[in-house]
């Protein structure tokens, strides 16, 4: 069985966004809408499974007889349907020899043979064929390997394809706070059954979230504002968006962009060894 192509929107740099799911006219899983920003974990603890481990999920059917959502019950047990590859996306859909399931669809299993998303780096190279090392000092804990894609197909049974303003990325998936590194928060895309790993903005609120604040309950940025008391101290809201000013604490080494009116990154120095500082977006980036 052919895979067919699934993505995930993700709009902005890492925050929350309200964007409603549709199917698509051809019945494939259906593109979902997520701002996660971090113009930014710690080495996890050692009870920590390693990201690449499949997170573990109590298949149980509750008391009376239902399922904690999002799972969803299939005969005797309750079924991931969005990765369980016996019922991916419905009860008793099998997906086919080479495929895994992942946001409920079959899709050829990590073809490129890459390294999993999500794991940490310090450049590109750590990532294996094709990945992208998101930095540390662009707001990515302990740095986050990302790789481009065209689907879902490409990113591997732990991640999915989302659209961003740096490309279409592999993003890891998660069940919980514990499928994610430290640093990080597992973020559930309005909905869909589909969540995120994505930085959390706890540690750093300056270095993640620039002229927004940091919500202190979800430990994501703010994505939008009506007032420039919902912005960070030294910013204001303007035409529903926080602009940064030059007494906005953007984190060190970094500073606001008068002209973009957005936190970005000073120089090459600022950005650490082996990575750069590139202008035209102001974030820094692996050599």
Known sequence: ?????????????????????????DGSAPDVSVDVRADSALPPPP??????????VDTTPLADGGCEPPLLRCGALCAEVFRDPRNCG???????????????????????????PGIPCAANADCGAEGVCQLAAAGWPMGYCTYSCAATGDCGATGVCVAS??????????????????????????GSMVSLCVPS???NPALSCGSYRCDAASERC????????????????????????????CGAGRACNVATTTCQCIDDASCGAGARCDRPTGR???R
């Not at 067919?4 to 799911?21: D, H, N, Q």
């Not at 009870?47 to 573990?56: Q, R, S, V």
């Not at 993003?171 to 928060?185: E, H, K, L, P, S």
């Open 90 to 116: 419905r009860c008793g859909n099998v997906c086919q020899p080479g495929e895994t399931c992942v946001a409920n669809t079959c899709a050829v299993e990590n073809p490129r043979r890459r390294v999993m």
């Open 1 to 25: 069985m052919a895979p067919r192509a699934s993505a995930v929107v993700l709009l902005g740099a890492l925050g929350c966004s309200s964007t409603p799911i549709t199917e698509e006219p």
């Open 201 to 203: 903005c706890a540690a």
């Open 284 to 286: 820094c980036v692996a």
């Open 222 to 249: 703010a994505t939008a504002c009506r007032t420039s008391m919902e912005c960070s101290a030294g910013s204001a809201c303007t035409g529903g968006r926080c602009v940064c000013s030059g007494s906005t604490a």
């Open 165 to 190: 303003n740096l490309g279409r990325l592999c993003i890891r998936t998660c069940m919980t706070r514990g499928d994610c590194r430290a640093g990080y928060v597992c973020s559930p895309v309005p």
């Open 47 to 56: 009870d920590t499974p390693p990201p690449d481990a499949p997170p573990t």
